[in-house]
């Protein structure tokens, strides 16, 4: 029972972490709509690339996020982008993926 009540408290714990990367993305993402004036509904769903954000912004996105989060991101992960199923990734995908990234 006590492994049961541990395991949960550490599953909260990481949805909160999940949850704070994902609004920390979107928040940066949605004041870039706003500063280029996309016009685009952000939400954790979204593509920022397929709203119009270039990698190039989306790479000093990540500089901020490091700040934000107080993480280290390594300089050959792109948060944005999975190589292996060659997509751009959601700003769920890019938290799950920063996420996993800073925990190895």
Do not use: W
Not at 3 to 26: D, G, K
Not at 33 to 44: D, H
Not at 84 to 92: A, R, V
């Amino acid at each position: 029972m006590i492994f049961y009540y541990i395991c949960n408290v550490i599953l909260h714990y990481m949805e909160l972490q999940i949850e704070n990367i994902e609004s920390q993305i979107r928040d940066v993402i949605e004041e870039i709509n706003v500063e280029q004036e996309l016009n685009a509904k952000v939400t954790v769903n979204t593509c920022p690339y397929e709203i119009g954000i270039s990698s190039q912004v989306l790479v000093s996105v990540m500089g901020l996020l490091e700040a934000k989060l107080e993480v280290e991101i390594p300089a050959n992960c792109y948060i944005f982008y999975d190589k292996t199923k060659n997509k751009q990734l959601s700003i769920k995908e890019a938290a799950l993926k920063l996420l996993k990234t800073i925990k190895k």
